[in-house]
T-cell receptor, first 114, second 110 residues
Framework: GAGVSQSPSNKVTEKGKDVELRCDPISGHTALYWYRQSLGQGLEFLIYFQGNSAPDKSGLPSDRFSAERTGGSVSTLTIQRTQQEDSAVYLC????????????FGQGTRLTVV | GENVEQHPSTLSVQEGDSAVIKCTYSDSASNYFPWYKQELGKRPQLIIDIRSNVGEKKDQRIAVTLNKTAKHFSLHITETQPEDSAVYFCACNQGGKLIFGQGTELSVKP
């Protein structure tokens, strides 16, 4: 069916508020990745899921960031007490399995903290 | 550690010339090396990938070479066209996750 879907497309929030970003992967894809891309920068790894488990959370910038995945499908990335430096595009990708297969990206959520 | 170095950060070529982007990685267990193209304001999209059991792969004007001993791989674009202008990212798998290089902004001048 459809590709990777992320919502919202854009989010403007006030400093100190919590935000929740959603990712709907391609159906049947067991691996799901979150990346952060600041303006004109590269793809910074945040976390990945294999099924509902997160074997590697090493990229999460601070304890204000958390993510979960339920039913091996939808994932949410939560940022608590947002700061201005959290402003970036948050990209989600999914692949059939974690190893050696193409990762398909969503269109991203542009987060602006004012 | 986890490190993918990509060079150059910017590359400007004349239409019709070739472009080469190089990446090095640190994890000897990496065995999957994709390249992504990201046009302005759009999502990254896979253009070619290579697995560690081969040294070279071609797809029309695009080729990728892999040297596992030296831990580096390169993207080659021949007969460049203005529509090739974009940011290109290399990546490699490390323990199940994909780690990306910092990107190369390619500009093809008509």
């Amino acid at each position: 069916g459809a590709g990777v879907s992320q919502s919202p497309s854009n989010k403007v929030t006030e400093k100190g508020k919590d935000v929740e970003l959603r990712c709907d992967p391609i159906s049947g894809h067991t691996a799901l990745y979150w990346y952060r891309q600041s303006l004109g920068q590269g793809l910074e790894f945040l976390i990945y899921f294999q099924g509902n488990s997160a074997p590697d959370k090493s990229g999460l910038p601070s304890d204000r960031f958390s993510a979960e995945r339920t039913g091996g499908s939808v994932s949410t990335l939560t940022i608590q007490r947002t700061q201005q430096e959290d402003s970036a595009v948050y990209l989600c990708a999914s692949s059939l399995k974690a190893e050696r297969t193409e990762a398909f990206f969503g269109q991203g959520t542009r987060l602006t903290v004012v | 550690g986890e490190n993918v170095e990509q060079h150059p950060s910017t590359l400007s070529v004349q239409e019709g010339d070739s472009a080469v982007i190089k990446c090095t990685y640190s994890d000897s267990a990496s065995n999957y090396f994709p390249w992504y193209k990201q046009e302005l304001g759009k999502r990254p999209q896979l253009i070619i990938d290579i697995r560690s059991n081969v040294g070279e792969k071609k797809d029309q004007r695009i080729a990728v070479t892999l040297n596992k001993t030296a831990k580096h791989f390169s993207l080659h674009i021949t007969e460049t066209q203005p529509e090739d202008s974009a940011v290109y990212f290399c990546a490699c798998n490390q323990g199940g996750k994909l780690i990306f290089g910092q990107g190369t902004e390619l500009s093809v001048k008509p």
